[in-house]
């Protein structure tokens, strides 16, 4: 019945290696998204994707990189991980319309040690 | 770019009425949505306005004037349960990202 699933839910790393977040939206939208939740709770977008093209947030740091291999999944992969990136990930869908809200999913809490 | 404001944080009764402002700047505007997000857990959707006026829907009311860049979210007979962080975001340029502001946290208390 979960719309917008991730895995893991909480994800515990040493500094330098890398990882993947998978999440999974079975709404039948054509837009998925990253966004980044630091500790001040501010939720910043960090990827957005669909079927005609990716927009990456010139923030963001080329470490990251999302990666999808149908309509329906929009993965997170993460090389060489900082300390700073400790944060809980956010992914979320939507139909591509302006009046579309986002559904999202209950969030990955990464902690880089 | 775009700028939202909206105050930290907010300290209600329970059974009273409150209500959270978010300020805006930004060109193109197409759209403010308000979330709420309570602790450790995703967002979820309450409204979206983006003609001038008032959203009602039960105890949640969403109110917007372009001209001035603000939007209020009411919230009626407030519960317990309302403690919660409640983001407002703004989609405009003709993107169809919403940026989001730095959410309100509500203490609700008895």
């Known amino acids: 019945d979960t719309a917008v699933s991730q895995t893991p839910k909480y994800l515990v790393t040493q500094m330098g290696n890398d990882k993947s977040i998978k999440c999974e939206q079975n709404l039948g939208h054509d837009t998925m998204y990253w966004y980044k939740q630091d500790s001040k709770k501010f939720l910043k977008i960090m990827f957005s994707?669909?079927?005609?093209?990716?927009?990456i947030n010139e923030t963001v740091p080329n470490r990251f990189s999302p990666k999808s291999p149908d309509k329906a999944h929009l993965n997170l992969h993460i090389n060489s991980l900082e300390l700073g990136d400790s944060a809980v990930y956010f992914c979320?869908?939507?139909?591509?319309?302006?009046?579309?809200?986002?559904?999202f999913g209950p969030g990955t809490r990464l902690l880089v040690l | 770019g775009q700028n939202i404001d909206q105050p930290t944080e907010m300290t209600a009764t329970e059974g009273a009425i409150v209500q959270i402002n978010c300020t805006y700047q930004?060109?193109?505007?197409?759209?403010l949505f308000w979330y709420q997000q309570h602790a450790g857990e995703a967002p979820t959707f309450l409204s979206y306005?983006?003609?001038?006026g008032l959203e009602e829907k039960g105890r949640f009311s969403s109110f917007l004037s372009r001209s001035k860049g603000y939007s209020y979210l009411l919230l009626k007979e407030l519960q317990m349960k309302d403690s919660a962080s409640y983001l407002c975001a703004v989609r405009a340029g003709g993107s169809y990202i919403p940026t989001f502001g730095r959410g309100t946290s509500l203490i609700v208390h008895p």
């Open positions: 994707y669909n079927n005609k093209e990716l927009i």
């Open positions: 930004t060109s193109g505007f197409n759209g």
């Open positions: 306005n983006v003609l001038d």
């Open positions: 979320a869908s939507s139909q591509e319309s302006v009046t579309e809200t986002q559904y």
